[in-house]
């Protein structure tokens, strides 16, 4: 079984992002000061697992996508090929 890459992760979260036009980045440079952008979805890491987060509206507030707290990388990188299924056969359905 192939190892699960911090790499292969970001690639599905940028994939989920590019999907629904949302810039890749979460941060963005503002008069200077940097700013959460609105709606990105990015990962967050924290004891020894990761998670899908995304930025509210107006970029304050973080949401923990599937709820389930800090994962390993094989686990959560299941549950983004199912998000990003789910986002597709939605555009397509919706």
Known sequence: MRRITIEDLDHVVDAINT?????????????????????NYHLSSGFGGYALHRHGSSGSGIRDIFQVGHVPKRELHGLLQAYIAGLRDGLHWG
């Open 19 to 39: 999907e629904q036009g949302i810039p890749l980045e979460p941060w963005t440079k503002v008069d200077g000061k940097l700013v959460p952008t609105a709606w």
